[in-house]
């Protein structure tokens, strides 16, 4: 009797819950009101709940189709390279109306060649969608090197052009419940190595020219060379992006921010065989005569392990400038260095107005490294009166454990880094580590309760004073995301 007793409690919690979720199923449709009713009338008169997921985008979309509607095949064989290209095109008719159109990709593995998106646009992954990247090189068109490059970065010339690529667009979100993007990029690296190869290696997504991305919610994995590329754009929301890649793997950079304002880069984790983050603006003259810098940058809620390499690099194509990168809240984990800044003569540029604070690192090599030692030249035409300007550089409130070096810190001769500020910092060394715990040369600045003592080009000042972080808001930070509801065909 008393199992029987538990039994009816048990069913009628059961019928109870399924009345409360029933319930918010119906107040959740109720908040977009544009979408269609939950409750769908067959031939038979008999009603059922037509299944919705919501997502998070700055815009919803009115319009919506599937890969499926345009011939596209999930069975990891077929190439989609057409179909994704029609479907965006067909898309694209819709402009702004009511908010533009969405292409949901579904469960699958999505074979493709490159494909170009378009303005209020959104492409949706599902969570078991995988979108990967063909290896076939007839299907990666060769497009001009950047302007603020001159020239591909693994050779002269062009660049296999990007697997999701878009230039001159407006209001582009690239998003998913954690749907994966496969770069497939072993056959690149090998290439790469061997130095067969004719052009510059293709990144997963580059945006050009445009304004309004939002890039979050994925999971890109073994992209053949840098992963998510916004270049000459403004207002970026990068977020929730999970990338993954063989920490030797070359040139795996995860998000390099390149002449770009007003970008939020959040809630990130990064394994990489490069920098996990990279920011940018062009290499030494091209770059300079492009002149757009990299500026209005927010990064925080970061991980990244990458044992070669940085987990935020400045540079060290900066020649068209960086300026106000605000980074908070880092969790570095076996890297190579915390905070890098990598110019060189030729480059000219600047890199000014840096401010790091919250930031945590589990075995490094270098908790701080500035460089004006770095050469990898465009070309011979580089300017040797071309000096960078490094200036007013802070870092707060951090703590370090199993580290080799503190830090590396090398200026220009004749030209130092100056207004270098280091405050309430706590490294504990490495067993292992070097005699030399702090090496400077050519860098001015100050420090206080850094253990342990820093060089003395950084002496202690009085008083305990920390280094600057701003306290206001840069004003992608006040960008909003909202609840966005989908309604896929197949379920």
Not at 44 to 65: L, M, P
Not at 100 to 114: A, Q
Not at 407 to 417: H, N, Q, S, T, Y
Request: hydrophobic share 35%.
């Amino acid at each position: 009797m008393e199992l029987l007793k538990n039994h009816k409690t048990l069913h009628m919690m059961n019928q109870k819950l399924v009345l409360i979720l029933l319930l918010a199923f119906i107040s959740a449709n109720n908040v977009n009101g544009r979408h269609s009713s939950p409750l769908h009338h067959n031939h038979h008169g008999h009603n059922h709940i037509k299944d919705y997921f919501e997502y998070s985008a700055v815009t919803c979309r009115a319009y919506t189709a599937s890969i499926t509607d345009f011939g596209g095949v999930g069975d990891g064989v077929t190439s989609n390279t057409k179909a994704f290209q029609t479907a965006i095109d067909h898309l694209g008719q819709f402009g702004s109306k009511g908010g533009g159109s969405l292409l949901f990709v579904p469960p699958g593995r999505w074979l493709t060649g490159s494909f170009n998106l378009t303005s209020h646009f959104t492409l949706f992954l599902h969570q078991d969608a995988v979108l990967l990247a063909t290896q076939d090189e007839n299907e990666w068109p060769v497009i001009d090197p950047l302007p603020s490059y001159g020239r591909g970065r693994d050779a002269d010339g062009g660049r296999y052009i990007s697997l999701i690529f878009g230039t001159n667009l407006t209001d582009v979100i690239i998003t998913g419940n954690n749907g994966t993007i496969n770069g497939q990029g072993s056959p690149w690296w090998v290439k790469f190595r061997a130095g067969q190869l004719k052009y510059t290696r293709p990144y997963l997504i580059e945006i050009m020219y445009s304004d309004s991305i939002q890039i979050s919610n994925l999971t890109l994995i073994d992209s053949p060379s840098w992963n998510v590329h916004p270049i000459y754009s403004s207002n970026i929301i990068i977020q929730g992006i999970t990338i993954l890649a063989p920490v030797r793997s070359p040139n795996t950079d995860g998000i390099n921010p390149d002449s770009c304002t007003n970008t939020r880069i959040e809630d990130c984790y990064i394994v990489s065989g490069d920098d996990c983050i990279a920011v940018k603006s062009g290499w030494d003259e091209y770059g300079i005569a492009y002149g757009m810098p990299t500026q209005q940058l927010v990064i925080r809620r970061l991980t990244c392990i990458s044992p070669t390499s940085a987990v935020i690099a400045l540079g060290s194509e900066m020649s068209g400038g960086i300026q106000d990168v605000r980074a908070e809240d880092i969790v570095a984990i076996n890297s190579e260095s915390g905070i890098r800044i990598k110019t060189g003569i030729g480059r000219g540029g600047f890199v000014k107005d840096i401010y790091v604070k919250g930031f945590t690192m589990h075995t490094m090599k270098w908790a701080f490294w500035m460089t004006g030692n770095y050469g990898s030249h465009a070309d011979d035409k580089w300017d040797p009166s071309a000096i960078p300007i490094i200036q007013n550089i802070n870092y707060r409130d951090m703590v370090a454990e199993n580290v080799t070096m503190a830090a590396r810190l090398e200026g220009i001769a004749g030209d130092p880094f100056t207004g270098i500020c280091i405050s309430n910092v706590t490294i504990a060394m490495s067993p292992f580590a070097k005699k030399l715990t702090w090496n400077c040369t050519d860098v001015e600045g100050v420090s206080s309760d850094v253990t342990p003592q820093p060089c003395a080009a950084l002496p202690p000042v009085q008083g305990g004073k920390a280094c600057d972080f701003p306290e206001e808001k840069l004003p992608i930070e006040d960008v909003k995301v909202h609840m966005c509801y989908y309604k896929p065909k197949y379920m």
